[in-house]
């Protein structure tokens, strides 16, 4: 009898787990949700977060508040999220960043793979090289001839040490055989106003970041990091055109903390994937070269583990290194 009964008490234990879970998953979100964007506003992770949770708001019913905590290339505010309870009111809202800074930091408070749970990739996206116009140069061929006879005196900026920006530069330099000096800055968005402001004279960024100034025509575009030429700008050539080989794109993405339970997880990853591919937001995505994009949660464990292990290799060939 007693092991009848311990069967019967296990699967009693079981039956309301998994309907603690499904009532978990039918309520939530009960309350507001934090949406921990890592780079300053204007950036392309902060565009590509504003407009899916927008869209997830409408669809809920419920308020997801964007709350930007930039810094040390997002890991003030990846920090913040891993170490935030894990009921699915932390969300984070990351680029491949995340996995470059495991190999740049020698100590993290965080560890990339397991602090996190990755919910989907929202957005992939494609950098464009842009000069300030005082430089004399329209074409890639052009930039990389006048680095090489002023080596060291072009300057490029970036989202930080080991941010998109900086590692497609240092990809960009160490290809073309060229030597810049690297600036770093806040975020992507002030890394391409100082661009367009002449305080440096490249930046090889997210379009969506460049989008403002190219408009401006304060800066002059001269290459996508693609391996095609982008729908929106067909007229400017790949950097692969006159660097063969040469690829730096990047995705955005959705997490939250470790723990967070799996109908949670299972909840955003469907109310994302009907956001990134809604019709408004596809249309906001592709005026500034972003691709929808969406997988399972495990697919993205699949991912950020593959990036994980290219990145180490990027960040080597880069020398970046923060103590």
Known sequence: MSVLRSIALSGSIVLI???????????YPSRPVRVVVVFPPAGATDIVGRLAFQKVSEQLGQQFIIDNRAGAGGTIGAALAAKSPPD???????????VANAHIYRKLPYDALTDFIGITPLARLVGVLSVHPSLPVRTVKEFVALAKARPGEISYGSAGIGAYQHLAGSLFASMARINMVHVPYKGGGPAAT???????????????????????????????????????????????????????????????????????????????????????????????????????????????????????????????RIE
């Open 17 to 27: 787990t998994c309907g603690l879970a499904l009532a978990q998953d039918q309520s």
């Open 88 to 98: 699915g009111y932390t969300v984070m809202v990351y680029s491949t960043t995340l």
């Open 194 to 320: 100082a661009t367009a402001a002449g305080e440096v004279q490249a930046l090889l960024t997210p379009i969506a970041e460049a989008l403002p100034h190219m408009n401006s025509k304060r800066v002059r575009p001269i290459g996508v990091s693609s391996d095609r030429r982008v729908p929106l700008y067909p007229q400017l050539p790949t950097i692969a055109e006159t660097l063969p080989g040469f690829e730096f794109t990047s995705w955005m993405g959705s997490f939250v903390p470790a723990g967070t339970p799996r109908p949670i997880v299972d909840k955003l990853n469907a109310e994302l994937k009907k956001a990134v591919f809604s019709p408004g937001v596809v249309k906001n995505f592709n005026a500034q070269s972003l691709d929808p994009m969406h997988m399972s949660a495990d697919d993205f464990a699949k991912l950020l583990k593959a990036d994980y292990d290219k990145y180490k290799e990027v960040v080597r060939l880069s020398g970046a």
